[in-house]
Every structure is written in structure tokens, then in C-alpha cells.
């Protein structure tokens, strides 16, 4: 069970000397969500989750390179490349602070996973996070990937908004 609270990104904090990796993504089905995704191009994994928004369940089994390239040809929607942060918080967690790229430039978003729902609700939001964004189901990648032009534009738009500061 994966339990996340996500939000937009106010100001970006230092990313100096903070691990990252790229990630690609796609969806082969939409409902139910069963996407594909590298990272770092080495790496690659095949996910079904289940519908839901703080709480959802998550299997994720790796692949190889060539499942993963003869899946792609059947992704449906747009792909979805970003960069993650792995930022260390208070209490060791982590936020996984993702820069989208392609079409998606300008969206910023970061996601806190939990242990429990207590954690979860008792969470104290660091300053440079933005507006909370889990249960607005427009941000949730497998929406990404399959919205309108025009939706994306919105989102961007409203991405734009929330932040302070653009480094």
C-alpha cells in the first residue's frame, strides 16, 4: 500500500548535491492504471495501481530492456519524462520533487510517501512546497498523460502560478 501526499512546488529548494534520476513513463491501460517507466534508462518496471488518492495499492516488478521497448509500442497517451529529486526531510523522509520536461515543461510537483496515515495527516509541509494536490485527480500522471491540449495548458498555467520563485 503506497500512502503519498503531493503538492505543487512554491520555490525550489537547493537541489546541489541531491541524487536524481530520469524517468520515462507511459500508459499501457488507463483503467485499470498499468504503466511503464525507466530510470535512467537502466532500469525499467511494469506498475498496476489501484484508483484512490492518499491511499493506493501499488506492484511494481521489474522488466527487462526489451519488454520494456515492446511495451512502449502499445503506450496509449502522451509519455511523461521528468527528473526526480530525492530531498531529505525531518524524521527521514523523503520528498521525490519531479521537473517535468517535453510538454510538460513548467510543472513542478512533489510527493511525500508515508508509512501510515497518521504520518501522513501529522505531516508538517515544508515552506517550499505549494498548493496540496492530492485529491485534485488532474495532477495524477495517468490524467496527464491522456488530457487535452487545453486541459495541460491550464494546468500549466495554474502550475505558473503557485510559484514564487523559478531558478
Known amino acids: 500500500m503506497e500512502i503519498e501526499r503531493k503538492f505543487l512546488v ?3 529548494p537547493d537541489l546541489n548535491n541531491v541524487l536524481f534520476k530520469e524517468l520515462k ?7 485499470p492504471e498499468v504503466r511503464i517507466r525507466s530510470l535512467d534508462n537502466n532500469l525499467f518496471y511494469l506498475a498496476e495501481k489501484s484508483t484512490g488518492d492518499l491511499l493506493r495499492g501499488e506492484i511494481e516488478p521489474q522488466i527487462d530492456i526489451v ?4 511495451l512502449t509500442n502499445l503506450a496509449q497517451g502522451r509519455t511523461i519524462t521528468k527528473t526526480r529529486y530525492y530531498v531529505s526531510l525531518n524524521n527521514n523522509l523523503t520528498a521525490e520533487l519531479d521537473i517535468y520536461h517535453g510538454e510538460f515543461e513548467g510543472l ?4 511525500t510517501e508515508f508509512k501510515s ?3 501522513a495527516n501529522e505531516f508538517v509541509v515544508p515552506s517550499w512546497y505549494g498548493r496540496e494536490i492530492t485529491y485534485d485527480r488532474r495532477y495524477k500522471n495517468k490524467n496527464l498523460a491522456r488530457c487535452s491540449d487545453e486541459e495541460l495548458k491550464l494546468l500549466l498555467s495554474e502550475n505558473r502560478g503557485n ?3 523559478r531558478k
Open 117 to 119: 496515515e497518521k504520518e
Open 25 to 31: 513513463q507511459a500508459y499501457l491501460s488507463f483503467e
Open 67 to 70: 519488454s520494456f521497448q515492446i
Open 163 to 165: 510559484q514564487r520563485i
Open 10 to 12: 512554491a520555490s525550489l
Open 108 to 111: 513542478i510537483t512533489v510527493e
